[in-house]
């Protein structure tokens, strides 16, 4: 059964470093989306993205944040300065039409 | 921001028995309505959805029920077991929102066997 994978599973940074969260969507999937999950918050969107280009965005997904889909396969999420708070689980999803399809996550540690 | 709120934290069932979940909205646009289940470490898994155009849809031993008027939906599993103990999540989105989801809190579900 096809599914989302992510990488890397775990990702410790330190404050003001960049990191790029990086995700394999369901291969026949059209719409990509960005959510996190801070420990003991609910999962909160962060940004949709569709025909090469961002859909939708909340507060959150601010100037640091940025998305690309390098290549045919690849969807990646760029934190340009990392702070404290966005220690987080976050979460890939993929989807063709209404139900998404959630990756394994990468767990984001800043220090 | 409570646009979806699931007002119980945790539920504990005997086997066999029917476990049911509930999930309360705001937001009158919304009109795609999901259950995931997630354990610990790992990502949020498809259970079932529904459209507001519809007021219950059934898959196997789970099925949702829509109440737009109250702006409810539940999520009823029958019969309950051990492996469906996880952390239910109902999740809701609008057409012209892009298909974000907006998640509840969660309601952790235990089953004794």
């Known amino acids: 059964e096809p599914e989302v994978t992510q990488t890397p599973s775990h990702q410790v940074t330190q404050m003001g470093q960049e990191v790029i969260l990086r995700c394999v969507p369901i291969s026949n999937h059209l719409y990509f989306y960005w959510y996190r999950q801070i420990l003991g918050q609910k999962v909160e969107f962060l940004v949709s993205f569709y025909n090469n280009e961002i859909s939708e965005k909340s507060e959150i997904f601010d100037d640091q944040f940025s998305v690309e889909r390098p290549d045919g396969s690849n969807f990646t999420l760029k934190i340009r300065s990392t702070k404290l708070e966005d220690s987080a689980m976050y979460f890939c999803?993929?989807?063709?039409?209404?139900?998404?399809?959630f990756g394994p996550g990468t767990r984001l540690t800043v220090l | 921001d409570q646009q979806v709120k699931q007002n119980s934290p945790s539920l504990s069932v005997q086997e066999g028995r029917i476990s049911i979940l509930n999930c309360d909205y705001t937001n009158s646009m919304f009109d795609y309505f999901l259950w995931y289940k997630k354990y610990p470490a790992e990502g949020p898994t498809f259970l079932i959805s529904i459209s507001s155009i519809k007021d219950k849809n059934e898959d196997g031993r789970f099925t949702v029920f829509l109440n737009k008027s109250a702006k409810h939906l539940s999520l009823h599993i029958v019969p309950s077991q051990p492996g469906d103990s996880a952390v239910y999540f109902c999740?809701?989105?609008?057409?012209?929102?892009?298909?974000?989801?907006?998640f509840g809190g969660g309601t952790r579900l235990m089953v004794k066997p």
């Open positions: 999803a993929s989807s063709d039409r209404n139900e998404q399809f």
């Open positions: 999740a809701a989105s609008a057409f012209n929102a892009g298909n974000m989801l907006t």
